[in-house]
C-alpha cells in the first residue's frame, strides 16, 4: 500500500494496478475520515451554537495536510501507471487536462480509467521491467 510513496516523487519506472489501486484505497480512506469530520464537525457547531468547531478543524487539518502530502505520489504512481502500458506519462497529463473541457472531459476521464483498470505490457518495455511478474522480465532460451 505504501510503495507509492517509496517512490514519492518518482516518475520513472512502471506501476502495477495493485501499487495504484491501493494508494487510491489510502486516498479514499484518509479524504473520508477528513470529510466526516468535517461535515459532522460542521454540522453539530452549525445546530448547537459552535459545540463542535474542534472536530471541524481538525478534519480540515487533517485534508489540508493529505493534500500535501499526496498530491505529487498520487501523480507519480498515475505517470508509472501510463508507463506500465508504454505510453508516456505525458499523456496523462494532457488526458486531466482535457478533462476539464464539457463533453470531450467524459471521453479523457474514461480513456484515463481504462489506461488504470487494465493490465501492463507483458515484460520488458522502455520504461523497465514488470512490475507484476519479474520472472517474464529474462529471456525465455537464455
Do not use: K
Amino acid at each position: 500500500m505504501f510503495e507509492a510513496f517509496s517512490n514519492y516523487a518518482d516518475f520513472s519506472g512502471r506501476a502495477g494496478r495493485s501499487e495504484f489501486w491501493l494508494f487510491q484505497l489510502l486516498n479514499l480512506l484518509v479524504v473520508g475520515f477528513a470529510g466526516f469530520l468535517i461535515l459532522v464537525g460542521g454540522g453539530a457547531s452549525y445546530g448547537q451554537g459552535g459545540g463542535a468547531g474542534g472536530m471541524f478543524f481538525f478534519g480540515a487539518v487533517i485534508l489540508g495536510f493529505w493534500v500535501l502530502v499526496a498530491t505529487v505520489p498520487a501523480l507519480a504512481v498515475s505517470v508509472r501507471r501510463f508507463h506500465d502500458h508504454n505510453v508516456s506519462g505525458w499523456w496523462y497529463i494532457g488526458l486531466q487536462l482535457f478533462s476539464l473541457l464539457p463533453y470531450i472531459g467524459l471521453l479523457a476521464s474514461l480513456g484515463m480509467l481504462w489506461a488504470f483498470v487494465r493490465g501492463g505490457t507483458w515484460g520488458p518495455n522502455n520504461y523497465g521491467p514488470d512490475p507484476v511478474n519479474p520472472w517474464r522480465n529474462s529471456p525465455t532460451f537464455a
